[in-house]
């Protein structure tokens, strides 16, 4: 069963995240701090830099010998779909003449989530 406790550390982990992505859309949508080419720097830099560092550091902290083999197991699973998923809706869009996202599919397959590497 969930105790309060539980809710308590669910909560302090998650509110300052929307917190920050609160501020950072308000901050372009409606204050008007940052013009669209700043946004697309920014996001280039977190894509190509910042989320490849910080997926190193959380994958180079991590001891594979002391995680779960279920947790190991669902993880190659589940990012075995999502790639198989990509690869035919990408052959299915080339069929159509439609763009191809595979490499998005690819992405997401190889990022689960941020949690996917700690144990």
Same mark, same amino acid.
């Given at each position: ?20 992505? %609160?501020?950072?859309?308000? @901050? ?5 701090? =940052? &013009? ?7 996001? #280039? ?27 190991? %197991?669902?993880?190659?699973? @589940? ?5 198989? =998923? &990509? ?7 080339? #069929? ?24």
């Amino acid at each position: 069963m969930i105790t309060i406790d539980d809710f308590y550390n669910v909560m302090c982990a998650m509110v300052p995240l929307y917190f920050a992505m %609160l501020v950072a859309y308000a @901050s372009v949508k409606w204050w008007k701090i =940052f &013009s669209p080419e700043q946004c697309s720097g920014i996001n #280039r830099f977190v894509a190509v830099f910042a989320v490849p560092v910080l997926s190193f550091h959380f994958i180079s902290q991590n001891n594979p010998y002391q995680m779960d083999a279920k947790f190991i %197991l669902a993880d190659t699973l @589940s990012k075995v779909l999502v790639l198989l =998923f &990509s690869l035919t809706l990408g052959h299915t869009q080339r #069929r159509l003449g439609l763009v191809d996202h595979t490499f998005l599919g690819c992405y997401f397959a190889q990022h689960t989530g941020y949690g996917d590497s700690i144990a």
